[in-house]
């Protein structure tokens, strides 16, 4: 029994379509597993801020007037830009200072850089200090990191409102 061309035609579109089907999958696993293993390499790479393995720098354009305690490594950042909810620059720093240490030294050098402190609050986890400085509000948040082996501090410089 003879096939006709178009029953030939049709079996092998769709032995072509299954394999390229088949390839496709494939492809888009290997896309997927490599996806997978690139954001577990950047997980573990931000996992290793606790082991103040620098992540990222000082945007060049954040404010030369905020302090950034030293040893401290940056966790993320933006420069003077405007984020559209009123904040100009933020950075995310880790340190392996005290906690006691970290609030002492910023609020000497807010006041050494021209800051005027305007507020503290002290819980339980941590302390934020807020300062203003010409039309400028600096909040400066520091608290115990979750494994408590160091201190996550968080600057976020904004205009005054």
Do not use: C
Request: glycine share 4%.
């Amino acid at each position: 029994m003879r096939k006709s061309p178009q029953v030939t035609v049709s079996i092998l579109f769709i032995l072509l379509f299954t394999l390229l089907s088949s390839i496709g999958f494939f492809v888009k696993q290997k896309i997927q597993n490599d996806s997978y293993k690139k954001i577990k390499s950047q997980l573990v790479q931000v996992s290793k801020a606790s082991e103040l393995t620098p992540v990222y720098r000082v945007p060049d354009t954040f404010p030369t007037d905020v302090p950034i305690i030293p040893d401290s490594i940056v966790t993320s950042a933006t420069g003077d830009v405007s984020l559209g909810v009123g904040m100009d620059a933020w950075l995310s720093l880790q340190t392996n200072e005290r906690l006691d240490r970290v609030l002492s030294y910023y609020k000497q050098s807010i006041v050494d850089n021209g800051w005027m402190e305007s507020a503290i609050v002290n819980t339980p986890l941590g302390h934020t200090l807020t300062a203003t400085k010409n039309q400028r509000q600096v909040t400066i948040s520091m608290e115990k990191t979750k494994n408590e082996n160091g201190i996550h501090i968080l600057i976020f410089v904004m205009k005054k409102v």
